[in-house]
């Protein structure tokens, strides 16, 4: 084998693809309003995933006053 020119010799194609990383969504926390307890809603689903209570659709996490 000779030494050639060429620039890409021993690399593959898909390391020349520079990749951007996926889109990240922002978690949605909410306290429920029966046990108290925090959660992340995944999948717009707004159900206490500790006692099973319905959560509600506006935020109510804020800091301890």
Request: proline letters at 14%.
């Amino acid at each position: 084998m000779s030494g050639g020119a060429d620039a890409t010799y021993g690399s593959s194609p898909l390391t020349a693809v520079p990749r951007e990383p996926p889109p990240r969504q922002r978690p949605v926390f909410r306290r429920c309003p029966d046990c108290q307890e925090h959660n992340i809603v995944r999948e717009d689903d707004f159900v206490c995933v500790f006692c099973g209570s319905d959560l509600p659709a506006a935020w109510n996490v804020d800091p301890a006053v």
